[in-house]
Protein backbone atom coordinates (compact mmCIF):
# COMPACT_ATOMS: atom_id res chain seq x y z
CA UNK A 1 0.00 0.00 0.00
CA UNK A 2 1.27 3.48 -1.00
CA UNK A 3 1.70 6.13 1.76
CA UNK A 4 2.65 9.89 1.35
CA UNK A 5 3.12 11.47 4.75
CA UNK A 6 3.51 14.70 4.91
CA UNK A 7 4.99 17.25 7.40
CA UNK A 8 6.45 20.23 8.62
CA UNK A 9 3.39 23.11 7.84
CA UNK A 10 2.22 25.43 10.91
CA UNK A 11 2.11 29.02 11.34
CA UNK A 12 4.26 31.42 10.74
CA UNK A 13 4.77 34.73 9.74
CA UNK A 14 5.13 36.38 6.83
CA UNK A 15 8.77 36.66 5.85
CA UNK A 16 9.54 33.31 7.76
CA UNK A 17 10.28 30.04 6.58
CA UNK A 18 9.09 26.47 6.52
CA UNK A 19 10.55 22.99 5.15
CA UNK A 20 8.20 20.69 4.58
CA UNK A 21 8.66 16.97 4.11
CA UNK A 22 6.88 14.29 2.43
CA UNK A 23 7.77 10.26 3.45
CA UNK A 24 7.14 7.97 0.31
CA UNK A 25 6.66 3.69 1.80
CA UNK A 26 4.67 1.30 -0.63
CA UNK A 27 6.82 2.36 -3.76
CA UNK A 28 9.94 2.49 -5.86
CA UNK A 29 10.42 6.07 -4.87
CA UNK A 30 13.83 6.71 -6.98
CA UNK A 31 11.56 6.23 -10.34
CA UNK A 32 8.61 8.79 -9.52
CA UNK A 33 9.06 12.17 -9.81
CA UNK A 34 7.46 14.02 -6.90
CA UNK A 35 5.56 17.29 -6.18
CA UNK A 36 3.80 19.70 -4.20
CA UNK A 37 0.55 21.00 -5.15
CA UNK A 38 -1.41 23.49 -2.52
CA UNK A 39 -5.46 24.25 -2.42
CA UNK A 40 -5.89 27.93 -0.63
CA UNK A 41 -9.47 28.75 0.77
CA UNK A 42 -11.51 29.15 -2.06
CA UNK A 43 -9.52 28.26 -4.65
CA UNK A 44 -8.55 25.18 -7.18
CA UNK A 45 -5.30 22.48 -6.72
CA UNK A 46 -2.37 24.68 -7.96
CA UNK A 47 0.81 23.64 -9.26
CA UNK A 48 4.06 24.68 -6.84
CA UNK A 49 6.71 22.61 -7.92
CA UNK A 50 8.01 18.90 -9.33
CA UNK A 51 11.28 17.10 -9.08
CA UNK A 52 12.36 14.49 -11.48
CA UNK A 53 13.20 10.86 -10.23
CA UNK A 54 16.97 11.71 -10.29
CA UNK A 55 16.54 15.16 -8.79
CA UNK A 56 18.65 16.62 -12.08
CA UNK A 57 15.37 18.86 -13.16
CA UNK A 58 12.71 20.87 -11.52
CA UNK A 59 10.14 22.82 -11.92
CA UNK A 60 8.51 25.70 -10.22
CA UNK A 61 5.23 27.87 -10.54
CA UNK A 62 6.14 31.26 -11.16
CA UNK A 63 4.63 32.61 -7.99
CA UNK A 64 6.82 30.68 -5.68
CA UNK A 65 10.08 30.77 -8.14
CA UNK A 66 12.80 32.20 -6.17
CA UNK A 67 11.60 31.63 -2.66
CA UNK A 68 10.86 27.68 -2.53
CA UNK A 69 13.27 25.02 -3.83
CA UNK A 70 11.96 21.40 -3.78
CA UNK A 71 14.77 18.69 -3.26
CA UNK A 72 14.74 15.07 -2.60
CA UNK A 73 16.57 12.42 -0.90
CA UNK A 74 15.99 8.89 -2.67
CA UNK A 75 18.33 7.09 0.15
CA UNK A 76 15.38 8.25 2.49
CA UNK A 77 12.45 7.84 0.05
CA UNK A 78 11.58 11.27 1.18
CA UNK A 79 11.04 14.59 -0.69
CA UNK A 80 11.15 18.29 0.92
CA UNK A 81 10.29 21.40 -0.30
CA UNK A 82 11.84 25.02 1.31
CA UNK A 83 9.75 27.85 1.91
CA UNK A 84 11.23 31.06 2.27
CA UNK A 85 10.00 34.81 2.52
CA UNK A 86 6.66 33.17 3.09
CA UNK A 87 3.37 35.49 2.28
CA UNK A 88 -0.48 35.57 3.38
CA UNK A 89 -1.08 34.23 0.14
CA UNK A 90 1.16 30.63 0.49
CA UNK A 91 -1.13 30.11 2.95
CA UNK A 92 -2.80 26.47 1.91
CA UNK A 93 -3.28 22.95 2.71
CA UNK A 94 0.22 21.51 0.72
CA UNK A 95 -0.04 18.36 -1.46
CA UNK A 96 2.85 15.55 -1.86
CA UNK A 97 2.24 13.76 -4.93
CA UNK A 98 4.09 11.14 -7.09
CA UNK A 99 4.24 10.40 -10.91
CA UNK A 100 5.26 7.64 -12.70
CA UNK A 101 5.30 8.99 -15.80
CA UNK A 102 3.35 12.16 -17.17
CA UNK A 103 3.58 15.83 -17.22
CA UNK A 104 4.58 17.27 -14.32
CA UNK A 105 2.66 20.24 -13.81
CA UNK A 106 -0.57 18.44 -14.18
CA UNK A 107 -2.47 16.99 -11.00
CA UNK A 108 -4.13 14.45 -13.21
CA UNK A 109 -1.16 13.10 -13.96
CA UNK A 110 -0.15 12.09 -10.46
CA UNK A 111 -0.84 8.17 -9.40
CA UNK A 112 -0.95 9.10 -5.98
CA UNK A 113 -1.11 11.83 -3.67
CA UNK A 114 -0.62 12.49 0.95
CA UNK A 115 -3.17 14.15 2.66
CA UNK A 116 -1.94 17.25 3.29
CA UNK A 117 -0.45 19.74 5.78
CA UNK A 118 -1.67 23.19 6.86
CA UNK A 119 0.51 25.74 6.27
CA UNK A 120 -0.73 29.42 7.45
CA UNK A 121 1.20 32.61 7.09
CA UNK A 122 0.12 35.54 8.87
CA UNK A 123 0.56 39.12 8.06
Known amino acids: QVQLVESGGGLVQAGGSLRLSCAAS????????MAWFRRAPGKERAFVAA????????YYADSVKGRFTISRDNAKNTQYLQMNSLKPDDTAVYYC????????????????WGQGTQVTVSS
Open 97 to 112: AALLAGKPRNPDEYDY
Open 26 to 33: GLTFSTYA
Open 51 to 58: ISWSGDNT
